[in-house]
C-alpha cells in the first residue's frame, strides 16, 4: 500500500464492479484499483519503442520545459522514441537521480503531454479490448476512447501540482512503467494558492512553508501505480505527478450530471469561459441524454489544446 507521512492512506483495492466504485468512490475519495487493466494486451504490448513502430510518421505536440509553462515543440513518433531510448540508455550510464542525469547527459526529452494517441493512431484501440468501460456514465462508454488523453515520457517526467480544468472525474490509467502521484483534496483547495484557474506554485513533497505557510495545514496523499493499475481522482482533486521510470499512460476525463452541473456553475469562480463552454456540452450529453457522436465535434478543440 502506498502511504504518505502527513495524509491518510489512499485506498487500495483490485477490480472493483460499478456498484462498488459508485457507492464508495466516486465524488467522494481517491482509489487505487491495483492491476484492475493488467490483463489488458495494451500492458504487455506497448512501449514508447512501439509507438514509433507502429506510427513511425505521426506528428506528436511535446510540451518542454516546465509543463505549465505551456511550452510545445512537435516531433514525428519514430524520432521521439528513439530520443526517449537514447536518453534512459545515457541515463543509466550515470550514477545519481536523474535530475543529476540531466545536467551531465542533456536535457531530458519533452514529455507528450494531454495527447489523444487514440483518436491519432486508432489501431491502438484494439489493445484495449476488454477495458471496463461501465465504470464511465453511458455517454462515455460507446466511445470512451476518445476522451481519452495520453502522458508518455522519459524518468523524472512531471506535472507540477494541479486540479484538471473542468472539474472532471479522472480515471487513469497506468500501462507502463511506475508514477507517484502526490494529491490533496478539493477541500483544501484553498490552502494550495492556486493561480490562472488551477496551477498551484507549491511543491507538496517539499514545501516552501514560509511562503505558503497555509499549506502546512493541507493534507497530501500519496500513491505509487505501476503497470496495470487504474486510480480514480474525484473532481477538483490537486495533483503532482511524477513518472519514476520511463511510463505511458492516459487518463479519461469525464462527467456525471452532479460534476457537469457543478463545471457549469464554477464560471462564477474564475473558470476561464471556454471550460464554460466545454461543461455546457458535457451537460448536454450527460443530463440532457445527447448522444456522444452530436456532441464530440464540438468538444475536439479541447481534446486537442495545449493545457
Ligand atoms: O501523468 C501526468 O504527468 C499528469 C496526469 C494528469 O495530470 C491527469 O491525468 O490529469
Ligand atoms: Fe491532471
Known sequence: MSTDARGRPIDVQGRLSPDEFYARYVGREPVVMRGAVAGLRAVSRWSIGYFGD??????????????????????????????????????????????????????????LHDVPLLSIIPKLREDMAGFQANLLPPFFRDRWWDFTQFFVGPTGSQTPLHFDTLLTHNLF???????????????????????????????????????????????VRTAVLEAGDLLYMPPGTLHKVVAETPSMSFNIDWHDWRS?????????EGMPATNLRY?????????????AGVVLPALKSYYSYIS
Open 173 to 219: 490509467l497506468q500501462i507502463s512503467g511506475r508514477k507517484r502521484f502526490v494529491m490533496v483534496g478539493n477541500r483544501d483547495r484553498n490552502l494550495c494558492y492556486v493561480r490562472d484557474w488551477r496551477w498551484s506554485p507549491v511543491d507538496p513533497e517539499n514545501p516552501d512553508l514560509d511562503r505558503y505557510p497555509l499549506f502546512a495545514t493541507a493534507e
Open 54 to 111: 507502429i506510427a513511425p510518421d505521426a506528428v506528436v505536440r511535446l510540451k518542454t520545459g516546465n509543463v505549465d509553462a505551456g511550452k510545445t515543440t512537435t516531433m514525428r513518433m519514430a524520432d521521439y522514441a528513439r530520443a526517449v531510448a537514447d536518453w534512459e540508455k545515457r541515463a543509466a550510464d550515470v550514477d545519481g537521480a536523474p535530475a543529476d542525469a540531466a545536467r551531465e547527459i542533456g536535457e531530458r526529452p519533452p514529455y
Open 260 to 268: 457537469a452541473l457543478n463545471g457549469v456553475a464554477a464560471a462564477r
Open 279 to 291: 461543461n455546457l456540452l458535457f451537460a448536454l450529453g450527460v443530463v440532457g441524454r445527447l448522444p
